[in-house]
């Protein structure tokens, strides 16, 4: 065959229409794989080494300027990588986000009425509501150009998720193109891809007649479907698709939940015909029973079901809390149970000394999942379930959470089993290991903690995971059994040693790339992987850090409100001089910091060893100012303190959009409030303000200043 060339490969790259550089894209994936395949496997090149490389270059050109077009088997990323790890990277313009849970009815009445206070809904306003399966599949996103298929991505970590267009390009249930007339220029539809139980029969029956791998459950059968490096096993597998969410859109084609959906089914997108759209809790309810009776007969699985606000502009004023909706929820379906034996109890030491027992479980299928483990939560809990080794205990999974020890089967206790003895010395240092008094309550903490600190090094190693862990810094390559070989190795100590790594791998006699599961092309990759982090978002920044009760919430608070890590740093030790110091006052006074937290995050500053690792780290990664996410509305970086009774929207939903225009929100005012908003009836913080001479916004005057161009 020799020298092939693609009909286009003369038009030069600036001049390419996006489909003939899809086309020409896929081409050129094919020739270069077909001449990778002769050059390595049959040692029978057809073409000469310049020629292979200018195959190359036209394939970058192409993908520099449609970076959207990148395939997941493109030549670029394919290089020498590992099945797995063939996926680009995409960032979604919109995050996709998770669901908060209800368990029971009553948390459904408790969500309408939290929506109906929130929105300042009186009894004769309606709030409609929609409910619909939860599907259990994985979800996807889908990028519409010109009602063009351009690009899909999964959900990843939320924020960044991996490049499978090619692989949903061969999907029958996902169209190509969108039928209609008035469709927006780009449309990102979102939805779930999943398989149907009759499917994943069928599939499992050929891989095992095929001697193949067998798949747990439908969902991961799914999953690994899409996840295929070569797009043609995907187009064998019987994958369907549910839309019934979307990001970023030029326009929507409707101001309802139900209108939006309606419209994607017109244009050719599967849709659930299940969907309901009701008008309270009650019969938001009643739809969730009926839907455990027919869930056997779907046909698919389902693990509970959501409900949405049917208006759009309810769901904008509703917005998000943390990386969940507050104007949906999923209700899920009661927790799959179990039965099997208790082998052994273990005792982990997590990052912050707290001793966690885990019962290591005879394996048992839970819900089409194989579960070795649960967690036995505490001592406590241990006792008061009088769980012993060798008893026969009920397990039970529910979707995503860890598995959990329900109870024990006491008819079939093996004679001589002893009550389970929760070790007092830490397993892994020796440390004593106690449970803390709380000062107010006098009450014993449920959790036992080593006492050991840093020289314990199951809380080092721990630290070290959470670290790098995906909502953390996210190293690629940095997986948990690295970190334990790096730690005890002496190679990764603390956090400042991963950034020094590359420099003194390159001084070291037995080289990374030498390690045993190593090469070059993996050290390479996770040199870059941590170079690519030497910059990083403030308030991941201090979510690594790993102090107690600092969460991702609660780090993205801290870094919006000192804005960068030396402002940080140094209000922090000064806080730690004493509670009437102005440092300690103001960071009491962020809305969203109580007091214990504000305690453990001095606390942690107050320890030298703990500034000095900050210190170290801040020579090699610089932290960056938090996304200017509405940098400039005319309220960023303002502190509001909001009073007395609003008008137009609840206290809630006043904090909410304050928040959401880069506004600080305090509970109290000082001298470095900027504005008190007032309503009706305020008080003494009314007083107070003008004592200070703070500025008093009336709530419209506030409306009226954020509507303002920045
Ligand atoms: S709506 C902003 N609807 O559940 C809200 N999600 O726990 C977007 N899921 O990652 C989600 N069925 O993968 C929505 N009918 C449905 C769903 C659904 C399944 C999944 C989805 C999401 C997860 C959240």
């Given at each position: 065959m020799g020298k092939a060339k693609h009909k286009t490969a003369g038009i030069a790259v600036d001049k390419l229409s996006q489909e003939q550089a899809l086309a020409e894209l896929k081409w050129l994936a094919a020739e270069i794989a077909r001449h990778d395949a002769l050059y390595y496997r049959s040692d029978s090149p057809e073409i000469s080494d310049a020629d292979y490389d200018l195959l190359r270059r036209r394939n970058e050109q192409i993908e520099a300027r449609f970076p959207s077009l990148r395939r997941s088997d493109s030549p670029s990323i394919k290089v020498g990588a590992a099945p797995g790890d063939g996926f680009g990277k995409v960032r979604h313009r919109v995050p996709m986000l998770s669901l908060g849970n209800a368990f029971s009815d009553d948390d459904v009445v408790d969500f309408v009425a939290r929506i109906r206070r929130f929105l300042g809904l009186n009894e004769d306003q309606p709030l409609n509501i929609t409910a619909e399966p939860k599907i259990d599949g994985l979800s996807i996103s889908l990028r519409y150009d010109d009602g063009r298929l351009v690009e899909a991505s999964t959900r990843g970590d939320g924020t960044e998720g991996e490049n499978v267009t090619a692989n949903v390009m061969t999907m029958p249930a996902i169209p190509e193109t969108l039928n209609g007339r008035?469709?927006?220029?780009s449309i990102d539809i979102r939805g779930e891809i999943f398989m149907a139980h009759a499917d994943f029969q069928k599939l499992n029956a050929d891989q095992q007649a095929a001697g193949a791998k067998i798949f747990a459950n439908p969902r991961n059968a799914a999953a690994g479907s899409l996840r295929q490096l070569d797009p043609s096993v995907t187009a064998q597998r019987p994958l369907r698709f549910f839309a019934y969410a979307w990001g970023e859109a030029q326009f929507l084609p409707g101001d309802t939940q139900t209108a939006v959906i309606d419209a994607f089914k017109n244009w050719g997108l599967p849709t659930n015909p299940e969907q309901r759209l009701c008008e309270n809790a009650e019969q938001l309810i009643a739809y969730y029973r009926e839907m455990e009776l027919k869930r056997a007969t779907l046909g698919y699985d389902i693990d509970g079901i959501v409900y949405k606000v049917d208006r759009l502009d309810y769901q904008e004023r509703l917005g998000f809390v943390s990386r969940a909706p507050r104007w949906a929820v999923a209700h899920k379906f009661p927790a799959e149970q179990a039965t099997t034996v208790l082998n052994d109890i273990e005792i982990q030491v997590g990052r912050t000394g707290a001793l966690t027992p885990v019962a290591k479980l005879e394996p048992v299928t839970v819900g089409g999942v194989v579960v070795s483990n649960a967690t036995l939560h505490n001592e406590d809990e241990i006792a008061r379930k009088d769980v012993r080794i060798g008893d026969t205990v009920v397990v039970q999974r529910a979707g995503d959470v860890i598995p959990q020890i329900v109870s024990v089967i006491l008819e079939k206790r093996p004679d001589g089993a002893e009550p389970f003895a929760f070790p007092t010395v830490c397993p892994a240092c020796g440390s004593h290991a106690v449970r803390e008094k709380d000062e107010k309550t006098g009450k014993l903490d449920a959790v036992r903690r080593c006492t050991g600190g840093l020289i314990c090094p199951a809380q080092r190693v721990e630290r070290l995971k959470h670290f790098v862990s995906r909502t953390a810094f996210d190293i690629d390559g940095l997986g948990d059994k690295s970190i334990q070989a790096f730690y005890d190795d002496g190679l990764i100590q603390s956090p400042p040693d991963i950034f020094t790594l590359e420099a003194r791998d390159q001084r070291a006699l037995k080289k990374l790339k030498d390690r045993?599961?190593?090469g070059s092309q993996s050290a390479r990759k996770l040199f870059t992987a941590i170079d690519a982090r030497r910059e990083i978002p403030l308030d991941r920044f201090i979510f690594a850090l790993g102090i107690r009760h600092v969460g991702e919430t609660t780090a993205k608070v801290l870094a919006r409100s000192y804005g960068d890590i030396t402002t940080f740093k140094t209000a922090m030790i000064a806080a730690a001089e004493g509670t009437e110091s102005e440092a300690w006052l103001d960071l009491n006074n962020i809305d969203g910091i109580g007091e214990t937290v504000a305690a453990a995050i001095v606390e942690f500053f107050a320890e030298p060893h703990n500034v000095k690792v900050v210190d170290e780290l801040l020579t090699d990664v610089e932290p960056q100012p938090l996304e200017a996410v509405a940098a400039a509305s005319p309220v960023t970086g303002k502190s509001v303190v909001f009073t007395g009774t609003l008008e137009n929207k609840s206290r809630s939903e006043a904090k909410a959009q304050a928040e959401r225009l880069g506004a600080k929100v305090a509970g109290s005012v000082s001298k470095k409030t900027d504005y008190v908003v007032a309503g009706a009836d305020a008080g003494s913080k009314l007083t107070k303000a003008r004592d200070l001479g703070v500025a008093v916004l009336t709530e419209d005057e506030w409306d009226e200043l954020i509507s303002r161009q920045p």
């Open positions: 008035d469709l927006p220029t045993e599961g190593w």
